[in-house]
């Protein structure tokens, strides 16, 4: 662990929530010399949450949209800031750069891939298409079909990066729950920020990372909220090498157990993890990957996680300014990919520094196109 500085008041910079885009936007302004508190009524815990892995993985789209053009960039970027994140805090331990196979598990979907591949030119570091030969090589176990192949995905424990994020000297966290929309003061121009455990903060920037409770606040953007759980259960052999991802996704084990997932629960806010949607996922997996599905029983099943993404209708993701605060929203099922790159995106906008995304993107990924 690092030694925190004293924080000096008013805050530089509060970032509301300690998921991944407020501890990397957080890390991002600590690496810009900015001090940042943290505030987050669930911090990290030492060690790693097993329930809670996550697949670094993408989708690209046929034609070389502006969203198949964003997760390109940030996919890679992400790989690289994992990889980074971890070399400087060398027991961290949450990443593994096992490459991600985007299995082609049905007809649509290898015609879908092989339009993908004749009409785009992508550099193999981002992705390759492979025969089901070496697809099955590549993930271990026999696979439904070929793929695409992305030698720079993986997957990593969210506990591990976060607190890995957060270990830096700018960065002390509060442990408390914003308990309301911040005020911005007019004669300071400063923001107070109201907590459950103590006086308000005053800060001079705010960056909103409250992943699904990020809309509570901000009732003029078409923000979502879709449950989803992943299913831990005992390993089987052979294992898994790869991360793999279909119509669900599926991850390598470690500790005697893999992960599957997630549901996408639309009428559903139950906070619990239910045996519902353990069965799902089960079924699910059995359907896209039947090699590995029908290897798994019930039984086997060791624990899972819930949690609620946040979602936009143009499925991309939300990073600018929106009544004074700074925000990183809407990451929907794709967060490990879009936040590194977001979080750098914001820090640079406070730090006014010029933006990293294009104009175009920049502007695709703006609060302001719905308002
Ligand atoms: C079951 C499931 C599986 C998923 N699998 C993958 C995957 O494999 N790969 C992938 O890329 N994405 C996956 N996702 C999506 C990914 O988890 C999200 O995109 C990502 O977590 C979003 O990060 P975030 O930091 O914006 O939000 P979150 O991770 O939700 O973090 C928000 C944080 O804000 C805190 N917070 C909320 N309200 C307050 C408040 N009032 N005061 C202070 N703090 C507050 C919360 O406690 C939380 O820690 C999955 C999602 C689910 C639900």
Redesign the pocket.
């Known amino acids: 662990m690092v030694q925190r500085q004293e924080a000096s008041y008013p805050l530089q910079v509060v970032v509301?929530?300690?998921?991944?885009?407020?501890t990397l936007a957080a890390r991002a302004l600590a690496e810009r010399s900015m001090d940042v508190a943290v505030?987050?009524?669930?911090l990290p815990r030492e060690g790693q949450d097993p329930a809670r892995r996550?697949?670094?993985?993408v989708k690209p789209a046929v034609e070389y949209s502006p969203e198949t053009r964003f997760a390109h960039q940030a996919f890679l970027h992400a790989a690289e800031y994992y990889s980074w994140l971890q070399s400087q805090h060398p027991g961290s331990g949450f990443w593994y750069q096992t490459g991600t196979l985007q299995v082609a598990w049905n007809e649509r979907e290898a015609e879908r891939q092989e339009k993908l591949i004749a009409r785009n030119d992508y550099s193999p570091d981002f992705l390759q298409p492979v025969s089901r030969d070496t697809a099955s090589q590549l993930a271990g176990i026999d696979v439904p079909g070929g793929g695409l192949w992305f030698p720079r995905g993986g997957h990593l424990f969210h506990s591990g990066m976060r607190r890995a994020a957060l270990d830096h000297p700018r960065i002390r966290t509060v442990q408390a729950?914003?308990t309301g929309r911040p005020v911005k003061s007019q004669t300071t121009g400063n923001w107070q920020v109201p907590i459950d455990t103590d006086a308000a903060l005053e800060t001079r920037h705010i960056v909103v990372?409250?992943?699904?409770?990020t809309a509570d606040w901000f009732p003029q953007l078409p923000l979502g909220r879709i449950?989803?759980?992943?299913t831990r259960i005992n390993a089987v052999e052979p294992a898994l090498r790869a991360t793999i991802s279909g119509a669900g996704?599926a991850l390598p084990p470690l500790d005697g157990a893999q992960s599957i997932?997630?549901t996408f629960d639309r009428d559903c806010q139950d906070p619990q993890v239910r045996d519902e949607s353990h069965r799902l996922n089960l079924q699910t997996l059995n359907d896209w990957f039947p090699t590995l599905g029908s290897r798994f029983h019930s039984t086997d099943i060791k624990d899972g996680?819930?949690?609620?993404?946040?979602t936009t209708p143009d499925h991309m993701p939300i990073t600018g300014v929106c009544d004074g605060l700074h925000l990183?929203?809407g990451?929907?099922?794709?967060?490990?990919?879009y936040?590194p790159i977001l979080a750098q995106e914001v820090a640079h906008s406070i730090c006014g520094q010029p933006s990293i995304l294009d104009p175009d993107l920049g502007n695709r990924v703006s609060p302001k196109r719905f308002l």
Not at 227 to 230: A, E, K, S, V
């Open positions: 509301i929530g300690a998921g991944i885009a407020g505030i987050e009524p669930d996550g697949a670094l993985y729950k914003v990372a409250a992943g699904a409770s449950r989803g759980q992943i996704y997932g997630a996680w819930v949690g609620f993404r946040s990183i929203a990451l929907g099922g794709k967060g490990l990919a936040a």
